[in-house]
T-cell receptor, first 114, second 114 residues
Framework: NAGVTQTPKFRVLKTGQSMTLLCAQD?????MYWYRQDPGMGLRLIHY???????AKGEVPDGYNVSRLKKQNFLLGLESAAPSQTSVYFCASSYEAGPSYEQYFGPGTRLTVT | AQSVTQLDSHVSVSEGTPVLLRCNYSSSYSPSLFWYVQHPNKGLQLLLKYTSAATLVKGINGFEAEFKKSETSFHLTKPSAHMSDAAEYFCVVSSMEYGNKLVFGAGTILRVKS
């Protein structure tokens, strides 16, 4: 039982390049989330999904797209990377939404855009 | 209005002395409150949560927090710090006001001196 895994762990991109971050969970959770973490700002929600085939915008969605084609996977895409997207990205999952259901976090992906 | 305010960005204590990490929240609805810990280069781990049951909540590794509605506070404490407690700690609120999503504070970095 690996929990929540993220691929890759580190990446360096040039401005304008594209990439996809992969999140996988093996807990049969319905809900999945992508956050970014910036110094002094905590974690901010980018996009989330309430089930296979569904996605929704979070607090800071601009410049990102997501897809949830399979229940266990949640992909985060950057079509044209910008230096402002340099951050640490965390994926999380939960069985349901709401405070009674713990969100489980992956180890993070550190992305640098030059 | 800031939904979660962690009053100290850095706290430094000596090993064996008490730890106090302060958090104030704002919510028009009954909130759920959480503390998460992040060790260097790791994902986030849930320490404890308050979801309208007992106001004094005990978590893992000897940490506890008290929900004080009159003061809108949820401070995290531990009687005796251990070197392994050195990490970043996040206070998090969830309520209907925020769509039942997690809203993170900016984080407090705890340093433990030997």
């Amino acid at each position: 039982n690996a929990g929540v895994t993220q691929t890759p762990k580190f990446r360096v991109l040039k401005t304008g390049q594209s990439m996809t971050l992969l999140c996988a969970q093996d807990m049969n959770h319905e809900y999945m989330y992508w956050y970014r973490q910036d110094p002094g700002m905590g974690l901010r929600l980018i996009h989330y999904s309430v089930g296979e085939g569904t996605t929704a915008k979070g607090e800071v969605p601009d410049g990102y797209n997501v897809s949830r084609l399979k229940k266990q996977n949640f992909l985060l895409g950057l079509e044209s990377a910008a230096p402002s997207q340099t951050s640490v990205y965390f994926c999380a999952s939960s069985y349901e939404a709401g405070p009674s259901y713990e969100q489980y976090f992956g180890p993070g992906t550190r992305l640098t855009v030059t | 209005a800031q939904s979660v305010t962690q009053l100290d960005s850095h706290v430094s204590v000596s090993e064996g002395t008490p730890v106090l990490l302060r958090c104030n929240y704002s919510s028009s609805y009954s909130p759920s409150l959480f503390w998460y810990v992040q060790h260097p280069n790791k994902g986030l781990q849930l320490l404890l949560k308050y979801t309208s049951a007992a106001t004094l909540v005990k978590g893992i590794n000897g940490f506890e927090a008290e929900f004080k509605k009159s003061e809108t506070s949820f401070h995290l404490t531990k009687p005796s710090a251990h070197m392994s407690d050195a990490a970043e700690y996040f206070c998090v609120v969830s309520s209907m006001e925020y769509g039942n999503k997690l809203v993170f504070g900016a984080g407090t970095i705890l340093r433990v001196k030997s």
